[in-house]
């Protein structure tokens, strides 16, 4: 395949030109208008939406009239000099890609139209009437165009990631096709001058690492697939629609570029680390360091050597060897026993040596992994308020700070005790005051990392008990009648005292003393002598005798 290409470049000028001449026929076949006779209009103004034109594409040309539903004559040239009537066309026509009669003509020339490995050029007339291939055009106005015919497909786009590849590494390249299915072949150079044949894949194959046929093709280079080691490669990628051989002519075709650094494991590894938390909220809890070396596989290494220890020396160093499995795997070690302040002094140093016998060895501060001990305290509870209830119990209310600002939540008797509460509370009843004295409450919360916000204290006064008044029970009393008359007289001379009692709260002399005191009064009153009850004169009776007449 294109190994001749000059034959089959006639051969394609031959089918465009036979093409031509079956668009001039339709020309011909039109109606006959004489140029001369037709009004000059200004030339059209041309445009084209791509300067080049490769395999399997088109390229679409938009002709500005100055009146819309004239026609639009076009002659076509690859020299210059002679000019070929491709069509002559009404605006809103059939032959107007947009079908609208509005001023603009469009057309679209597919790569098969045109001759390969020549500039293809152009005139445009504005006419009222259609142009014929033998119409005189001396006198009419014209715009040009030109369009660049290519041999073969527009170049793939390349990438190679990563562009920089170390021993037992490799590369993914990348080629991005115009048409799905059709084939890449690679050639590397390290000269820009001698290129190596690599291969030729179909789209979809499967040497394709996607295996889908969709204009991508992705290929995994190898450490191993570069014979020159150090060296900077330069790849070169053919589309083509059919495999091609290390002998086949690449003339007049189009490649993507990719660069591609092999190098030699000289270099000793670098790390990067990270810390969790990132905040040390719970002094109870360990810091996980985690230690990544950015390019140490198992396979080139034998391993870290890597330390921890703080600046003071308080803490024993801790020191490991590990092959990790892979690369990027993570060491993890980590520190315990913080405090307030170290988060600025911590140091790690770690060494590590690759396959060829490097060894880089290196101290970490702070500045290459941060993490800070929380030093922020919590907001205090808000909106205390006391209750003393009847028997003298002391209730403290109050608003917790925000859910998750805080861990630990506990009350204050000053010098007398402390009680843990569940952080969710929001009272407390103390049960063990007395009536008669005073307490002072202070509330505090905390975080894990042991900072603490405590309240002012909160007074509270308990009242004295209330001793209730003694009161004596007046009892009435009834002489001996033996008439109702008299008993009800006595009755309405008789004054009855209501009787006092204290309910709660009162104490056992106190009802001893009443119950004293009533017995005494109810014996006197039992003992004084009655007043003697008179019975009112009967009244004398009427004569009921009827008065003689």
Known sequence: MFKNVKSKIAKVALAVLTLQLAFMGLGTGATQASAISDPVLPAPVVTLDKSDLYQ???VNLKIKLTTPGNYASLF???????????????????????????????QRFDYAMLTPLLTTGGHVYETTLPLLADSDLSGLNFGEFSVDVKLGFRAPVVTLNPAVIYQNENTKLTAKLTTPGNWATFYATTDGTNYTFVGSYVDGGADDQDGLTNGSFVANLDYSDFPTVPANYTTHVYETSGQMLASDSLVFLSFGVGSLSVKQDLVAPTFTFSVVPAKVTDVTKAVTLNVKSDKLLATTATGYDITIETVQGTDAPVAQTVNPSADGVNFTSTIAGLKAGDDQLIKVFVSATDAHGNTKTAVYTVADFSFTVDTVAPAAVTGITTIVDASGHVTISWTNPPAGTYTK????????????????????TDLTTEQGKTYQYV?????GAGNETTTPQVTVAVP???VAAAVSDTTSYVAPSTTTEEVKAADEDTTETPATTEENGFPAWGIIILVLLAAVGAYLIWSQKPEEVVAPAPKPKKNSTPKKK
């Open 56 to 58: 399997d594409e088109s």
């Open 76 to 106: 076509l040239t690859i020299d210059g000099t002679h000019y070929d009537l491709l069509g002559s066309y009404q605006d809103g026509s059939a032959d107007d890609l947009d079908g609208t009669a509005d001023g603009v003509f469009t």
């Open 409 to 428: 939540l506990r009350i204050v008797r000053v010098g007398d005790f402390t009680v843990t509460l569940d952080p969710t509370a929001t009272s407390y």
């Open 443 to 447: 509330i505090v919360v905390g975080d």
């Open 464 to 466: 004295a008990a209330v």
